[in-house]
């Protein structure tokens, strides 16, 4: 296809996902205005604030050559029977050598700290929660700013929340004083729980999310053909459109099994303005185990297509505006399998005669990529091995409810 | 071509989310409805075992790693929120 061809088929679709996303903020304010006029009239029987609980976990990822992993705490309280704040606070650490570090550049280590605080006012059946969140590391600064309203109604068997984030993100590379660019994403989000039965509850969840800016990681490169070098292949930075905007939609039901287990199904399907279409199913089961434990599997489906300006091997240098070598672009799939066990501790072994729990959770997660090459792997350009990797994923966490 | 296809997808999903609002319109008109499961048959679904949430903090850490692993993102219904880690 020719250059100017794309550009306007870019141009199409990002104007259809603006109407999209122009419709998407109107139904946004208009059942906004509803909620407002819901909360001003009042309602005869009120919601309650979830009760104050405080969680620390520690976590930890190792696949595909990185290992990331750090402490976390989320502390919620209420004040009052109306207001609740809540505060989280969470670490990486990251120690990266994955395969296209490896293949173009040397393996680093680095720390990303996030931070977010958050505030929730109830009045009858309204929850109204802000947040402001942050989260840095040496070359990336990311701020955020989220607003989320909800509403009981249909005799409690409805919960409408609507919400919308602005999110800002200053990014440097490390090495080089004079880089210095920003995106901003906007995300608005819509949600409805429906009681169907007195086992059986279903939610639907609805996300558009609007990128603009800087989008690139700024240390990746793409590989092209280039016979001029002795390996054959040569290499340029990637080129990333400056925006990207995506709509998600969420399907799920929740199923009480009359033996007291329950199982989770949920389907979501997504699609964005670089062409990337994606869905994922996740199936999860969890019941207790004598009277202290509860047990939990969960398997779970992706795939995705590629972006439209992937490719793993550039026939030549600068062979089109838009240059991605990014995995996370390229098609491929994943499958996790996971299980996870809860210890609910006797309030005699617990703080203070308080509840609390223990759990353990490990996922192991299976990429395979169907047009990411291994350059590490040896063979001829292009025709290297397809990628692969596994990661297990294990989060340990305490959680006390006071 | 491809723009039609997409094009269809999203004039479901956006009749989806009209028919909610419009739903949600009946709603805050304090229209009689008769819930069908009544507060006091609701305790299967109170019970903690079918709790999304009971674990918000492994939540936030699933669709973080997720968030970062996958081009997909938005409407988890939990955490994740975005981040530059690769």
Known sequence: MLKEQAVVVVAVINMRISSILSSFAFSFVFIMCLLTLNVVSGS????????????????????????????SILLRKKIGETLAVSAYYYVDTISSASVDVMSTASPYEEDRNEAQLGLEYLHEKTIIDLSIRQSDEDDYLGKSINLNISQDTFGDLTNLSLGIAYGD????????????????????????????????????????????????????????????????????????????????????????????????LHYRYFSDSWEIDASD????????????????????????????????LFEYRDAQNYLARDKELSEFDDITLGVGLTYLVPSKYSFGDLRSEASLQWDYIKFDYNNFRDPTAGGGIGTEPLYGFSANVIRIFYSLYF | MFTSKKSSKKTVLLSVLVYFSLLSLSGCSSLAIEPWVKPYERQNLADPIMSTSRHPIANMHVAHVYEARESSRGAEGTGGGGCGCN
């Not at chain 1, 609980?53 to 990331?68: P, Q, T």
């Not at chain 1, 016979?227 to 400056?242: L, M």
């Not at chain 1, 779970?300 to 972006?307: L, M, V």
């Open chain 1, 44 to 71: 005869a029987e009120a919601a309650v604030l979830q009760e104050d609980r405080i969680d620390v976990l520690y976590h930890s990822y190792d696949g595909g050559g990185m290992n990331i992993d750090g402490p």
């Open chain 1, 169 to 264: 993100n200053e990014i440097k590379r490390n090495g080089d004083e004079i880089f210095a660019e920003q995106s901003q994403q906007y995300r608005l989000k819509f949600g409805l729980s429906q009681i169907l039965t007195r086992n059986l509850a279903m939610n639907l969840n609805f996300e558009a999310v609007a990128d603009e800016g800087y989008l690139n990681n700024p240390y990746r490169t793409v590989r092209y053909v280039d016979n001029n070098q002795p390996a054959g292949v040569g290499y340029q930075s990637e080129v990333y459109p400056n925006t990207r905007n995506s709509f998600a939609s969420k399907i799920s039901a929740s199923y009480y099994l009359p033996y007291r287990a329950a199982i989770f």
């Open chain 1, 281 to 312: 199913v996740e199936l999860s089961y969890r019941q207790p185990i004598a009277e202290s434990f509860e047990i939990e599997f969960k398997v779970r489906y992706y795939q995705q297509t590629q972006a439209s300006f992937y490719s793993d």
